[in-house]
């Protein structure tokens, strides 16, 4: 498993400022500390930190300072979003473009580096597919021209099969994805992020983090065992792996439509053992919609094994053949019957997204079993006056934290999980901020998670 950014000395550092607002020269000097970090890590993750490659601190605040001044601005009543790839437009191939590769424009002139000038381009270099390009030239930051990304880099984060990103490794990227909201990154690796005059740096992937594989062990210890029973002499043996990742990009899909919504809504993941303790009669959730008990709540789990049997079928024409149905043959699969699968588990994420726009939680098994939405959580709760924030995946260094600064949702979700240790809970807000929230060793905890790059 990567640890790629669970360093002591990094996480005291992460925990956010209590009094007084963080403005861009501190993420520059964060940035820059984490940077020279992941040059001294063997596996930094997504990128390749290159010495020299990041602008010094002082270029790097000029830079960060024009884009946290253009994304308070809006034009003609849309928000300013856009990211910037930070870099000579010679570092980029003239011939390719996306899927694969980035697509660069280069203007005949340069254009000046200022937040009016990032405003009108913004409109230009959509956020999701685009960049501005930006390099040093004479002294002076200017804007050299567009950079078509396509949507590639955003597949893995929001639940698609993992496909290689177009942005190169060792590109420096600077976000602006909303009012006062500026992150800097290498590659696919945040390095600092400033929100609302809070700095932290990068949320963490939970998806990567040991408690929360270990959560779902049994369920796909079951799964494997079941593959096992279904399967002939002939069939190819399955990775556990593989049952992860493909369940993992469930939940990130699911995770990434309650975002696209901006209404928020909390889901909850139950053991199956604990399902008639926790929902029963003087339980500690009451679901105003339960569903009966048939097969179609157990959809989600039908399709990962819809896709292990066309994976199975794959496998066995191949030549030579694979010793495992791995996750790398499902990325690599172009079968009509996998993109029709892929098809039905997001119309499946859709669903339970839309269930949780009603008030109240949606609940599942660990299976991924739809219980039912609208779930409220009563019961004689416990108090909740504190909670920690985990500063790394598996919470070794966290801060405690009062929740008199959340909302309703959060409360519920910190008092379920304090009653039932079991139980836990993801919770996207309003303005798409994900936490995962456990009782974990022993304590009541949260996670900041990123879901979109």
């Known amino acids: 498993m990567r640890n790629a950014r669970q360093h002591t000395g990094f996480a005291q550092r992460l925990c956010v400022v209590p009094k007084t607002h963080a403005y861009v020269a501190d993420l520059a000097q964060l940035a820059h500390e984490r940077f020279v970090e992941l040059t001294q890590e063997v596996d930094p ?60 424009l280069r203007f005949e002139v340069p254009r000046r580096f ?84 809070r700095l932290t740096g990068g949320s963490v992937n939970v998806f990567q983090s040991a408690w929360l594989m270990e959560r779902f062990l049994d369920s796909r210890l079951a799964f494997l065992r079941e593959h096992a029973a279904a399967t002939d002499a002939d069939g190819v043996p399955l990775d556990i792996e593989t049952i992860r990742r493909v369940s993992q990009q469930m939940v990130k899909r699911l995770i990434s439509t309650i975002q696209d919504s901006h209404h928020g809504g909390t889901i909850v993941f139950v053991p199956n053992d604990r399902v008639s303790s926790v929902l029963g009669g003087n339980a500690s959730i009451q679901l105003k919609y339960a569903f009966a008990d048939e097969a179609p709540r157990r959809r989600y789990r039908s399709l990962i094994r819809s896709i292990i049997r066309e994976l199975d079928v ?85 801060e405690e934290v009062a929740i008199d600064g959340v909302g309703t949702r959060h409360r519920a979700a910190y008092r379920l999980c304090a009653l039932e240790p079991t139980v836990f809970t993801v919770v996207v807000s309003q303005d798409d901020d994900v936490q995962f929230v456990a009782n974990h060793a022993g304590a009541l905890t949260y996670w900041k998670h990123r879901n979109v790059p």
């Not at 605040?61 to 930070?86: C, G, K, N, T, Y």
């Not at 190169?168 to 290498?186: L, N």
Request: proline share 7%; aromatic share 6%.
């Open 114 to 197: 200022d937040e009016q000038e990032l405003r009108r381009l913004s409109q230009a270099a959509k956020y999701h597919r685009a960049l501005i390009g930006v390099q040093r030239i004479a002294g002076q930051f200017q804007v050299w021209g567009i950079v078509q990304s396509g949507p590639r880099w955003l597949q893995s984060a929001r639940g698609g099969r993992d496909l290689p990103s177009p942005v190169p490794r060792d590109a420096i990227v600077v976000r602006a994805e909303g009012p006062g909201h500026i992150a800097i990154a290498v590659g696919d690796v945040t390095l600092a992020e400033l929100r609302t005059g």
């Open 45 to 104: 993750g997504p990128c390749t930190p290159l010495r020299g490659k990041l602008p010094d601190a002082g270029l790097l605040e000029e830079l960060l300072s024009v884009a946290f001044q253009a994304s308070l601005l809006r034009e003609e009543d849309r928000p300013v979003r856009f990211r910037l790839f930070v870099g000579s437009p010679e570092h980029l191939p003239a011939e390719v473009g996306p899927p694969e590769g980035l697509h660069r």
């Open 314 to 398: 794959e496998a066995r024409t191949l030549d030579p053949r694979p010793a495992q149905i791995t996750w790398n043959l499902y990325q690599g699969s172009t079968t009509p019957a996998i993109s029709a699968l892929d098809e039905a588990i997001m119309e499946m994420s859709q669903l339970i997204a839309a269930m949780a726009d009603v008030d109240g939680a949606v609940v599942l098994t660990e299976r991924f079993e739809v219980l039912g939405f609208g779930g409220e959580i009563v019961g004689n709760m416990p108090e909740v006056k504190t909670i920690r924030r985990a500063r790394d995946l598996e919470a070794t260094s966290y």
